[in-house]
């Protein structure tokens, strides 16, 4: 099988891009190295199966050639940041959105097989109900989400319209090294600056799924056989794990990770029911009874392990200097808000 994976120097896509060589793909990976990293490639740079393009899917000339021959396209390029997409909502847009017209038009053209897209846990919004189904209506709350929702959307139609196939996976969080965005490197990031204080966004009480990435991948896998096998010209799965925890939980396992003690916790909650950014979803947990039923799939790790293995990855990654050397458990000397 020859696939393409957009946003393959990203977190997902680079694990993506590994496990997929070491099923025998042969893979083209496209990243503009906005957020991603070339040294996220290491293990497939330099592999005769892997070829990387360095170019931004705004701009078709850049990469479209590489379309030609391909069965399936995993597309995974996306800005992924909801508070990026509250602030800059245009251009949010555009990366999300127009870039998924321009992938869609280059598959079209192309007769790839199978678009696979990454879609996310946010075009819910606040559900009504949880665990979270695939038939919940689609309410995002953030322009991210909203994004997520018309690109999924987008996939959906060009299958229907177009005879090629598409798998829409709604990923809960997904953690692990690499990881360089979310609530895991963010606190890392901040208590290797002040490991005394720890800003909180929100008022900690949020509580949410965690995948760990080697699990999301499986998963990824496991839905496009399914796909094939069966035929299906359409499929939406949830991706995400049976628990969930809360942001103050994930302090107290990153705080512990980090060896630190006396860590005071200071919340910041940016809405009045303590969200911690306009857009954010406080409750999320999905209902994976879907993929589960078709593919056998199950979540190796749950959320709490997911959480702990990722911070440990990351303070590996990124070097413990100005992080407490003492053990033992976190204790915090008081909580506070702060407006
Ligand atoms: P990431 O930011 O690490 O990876 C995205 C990659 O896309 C980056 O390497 C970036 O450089 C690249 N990219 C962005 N715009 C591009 C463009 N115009 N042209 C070429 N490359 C471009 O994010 P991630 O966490 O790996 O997420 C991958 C996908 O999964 C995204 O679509 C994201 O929305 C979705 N998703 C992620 C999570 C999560 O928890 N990580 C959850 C749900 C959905």
Known sequence: ???IVTGAAGFIGSHLVDRLLEEGYTVIGIDNLSAGRLENLDNAIGSPSFRFIRGDLLRPDEWLE?????DIVFHLAANPEVRHSVREPLDHYHQNVTVTMHVLEAARQNNVKLVVFASSSTVYGDPEKIPTPETHPLRPISIYGATKAAAETMCLTYARL?????????????VGPRLRHGVIYDFIMKLKENPMMLEILGDGSQRKSYLYVDDAVEATLRAVEHVLEAGKREEVYNVGNTDWVTVREIADIVVETMGLRCVEYVYKPATPDGRGWPGDVKLMLLDIVRIRRDTGWEPRMNSREA?????????????????GGHHGRPSRVHDRFSS
Request: positive net charge; proline residues 0%; charged residues 25%.
């Open 66 to 70: 590489a379309f030609r021959d391909v």
């Open 162 to 174: 177009y005879g090629m196939k598409c798998l829409v996976l709604r990923y809960a969080n997904i």
């Open 1 to 3: 099988m020859r696939a």
């Open 307 to 323: 959480v702990r293995r990722t911070a440990e990855a990351l303070l590996g990654e990124l070097g413990r200097a100005h992080v």
